[in-house]
């Protein structure tokens, strides 16, 4: 029987990652994996996340189960900073339970509408292939919209998609940092958005991965805030994977919003019985780290500069490109206003193997680029070999 399983595909990155490695050129630059790296081409362990984790092994008293929402105290602490300090639970309308990770999170979330009766998910396209493959799992019919045409958000793409939907859809859009395009959406296409989804009675599943690395922590959740302000329900899927740099950790987190705080307790009943049918408890460490640096203002403080380090080395990166203008036979300019990891250049799958054969230079066959393995000592480089594969 077991034997009767047919052979998955193996994923592109992680076959990427191996190229890379076994490539003996000393300027070899690596594009595809979407963590953070610094000027160095590091991806260190946050400062503020190290003090907490010394805190946390000093401090912890016992490991015993939590239960299947985990730390509720890093669930509660992170809610000022996602849906805005002035009413972080929505006058009682909001809750959430920790998950492993932003896709934990999305996989509780999508089994929950499935649940709840929802057949069909309508996702931009491209989108963070995981996306597909979870709905997929779930038996979720997905409705491909365009996200993004000529350099920035297909807006007609997106009302026709809203247009034709029916009630019982959801819709699930990203919160900031769009993955793979880092084309997001600016402030006055989320106030049209946040109406168009209020008026076709669709669910928004909100997914924010990257608050902080866009243009702000405030500034990242603006499309979010309006959205729930607009809807009676809505799910946000939440990851500290990379704004807290921990990964490895799975470190995320599930919030529903009711139309009324009494009907709460029961949505989030079915979100413990799917944690507890999927994994019964989140992984704790990751999770009490991250309480422990919102727990304390110099932590938080310290952590809050971090980020902004970070998001500002992608962003003087990302103006670095974008000064580079038009490149070979691509226009590296609408780089500079898109934001988070990543962006995609329009290579052809040739050019891409040749930016790997000729170049050293790996990256996704989408074209799609991680801006944070870029430094100022290799982005001349990048931008030569562009003008030379491309021209
Ligand atoms: N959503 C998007 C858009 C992502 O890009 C990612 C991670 N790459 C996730 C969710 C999940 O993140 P995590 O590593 O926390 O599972």
């Known amino acids: 029987m077991l034997n009767d399983l047919t052979q998955q595909p193996a994923d592109a990155l992680l076959a990427l990652i191996k190229l890379h490695n076994t490539d003996p050129r000393a300027d070899k630059i690596d594009l595809g994996v979407g963590v953070y790296r610094t000027g160095e081409g590091d991806t260190p362990v946050f400062a503020a996340i190290k003090a907490a ?7 912890q008293d016992s490991k015993a189960y939590l239960g299947p929402e985990g730390d509720m105290g890093f669930v509660e602490k992170l809610m000022p900073y996602i849906f805005g300090k002035d009413s972080p639970d929505m006058g009682g309308r909001i809750e959430g339970m920790q998950t492993p990770g932003g896709t934990g999170s999305l996989r509780l ?10 057949r069909r998910v309508i996702v931009g396209k491209p989108s963070w292939p995981n996306h597909n493959q979870i709905c997929a799992d779930l038996g979720l ?7 993004a045409a000529g350099g920035a958000a297909d807006m007609d793409a997106l009302r026709a998609a809203l247009a034709s939907a029916m009630e019982g859809d959801a819709i699930l859009l990203h919160g900031c940092c769009h993955n793979p395009t880092g084309i997001d959406y600016t402030d006055a296409q989320w106030d049209e958005i946040a109406l168009l989804v209020a008026q076709s009675k ?8 990257y608050q902080g690395l866009g243009l702000g922590m405030e500034e990242d959740a603006y499309g ?11 799910l946000v899927c939440y990851s500290c994977d990379k704004n807290f740099g921990l990964y490895r950790d799975r470190t995320g987190a599930l919030y529903a919003m009711a139309a009324d705080p009494a009907d709460l307790p029961r949505i989030m009943s079915n979100g413990h019985a799917l944690a507890r049918a999927n994994w019964s408890q989140p992984p704790d460490h990751g999770a009490a780290a991250v309480r422990l640096v919102l727990e304390d203002e110099a932590l938080t403080k310290q952590w ?7 998001r500002e080395r992608m962003r003087a990166v990302r103006a670095k490109l974008a000064a580079a203008g038009r490149t070979g036979g691509v226009d590296l300019t609408p780089i500079g206003a898109q934001n988070g990891l990543f962006s995609i250049i329009p290579f052809t799958p040739e050019q891409v193997q040749e930016m790997r054969s000729r170049h050293g230079i790996y990256f996704a066959a989408s074209g799609r680029i991680n801006v944070a393995g870029l430094t100022m000592g290799n982005i001349d480089q990048f931008i030569a070999a562009v003008a030379d594969v491309t021209g």
């Open 53 to 59: 984790e010394a805190k946390l092994v000093a401090e």
């Open 224 to 234: 979010l805030r309006r959205v729930l302000v607009a809807v009676p329900e809505a």
């Open 141 to 147: 019919e997905v409705l491909e919209f365009n996200h």
């Open 304 to 310: 809050l500069a971090e980020l902004d380090e970070m």
């Open 109 to 118: 979330a999508l089994a929950m509408i499935k649940r709840a009766g929802y």
């Open 202 to 209: 669709v669910l928004p599943v909100l997914d924010l991965a």
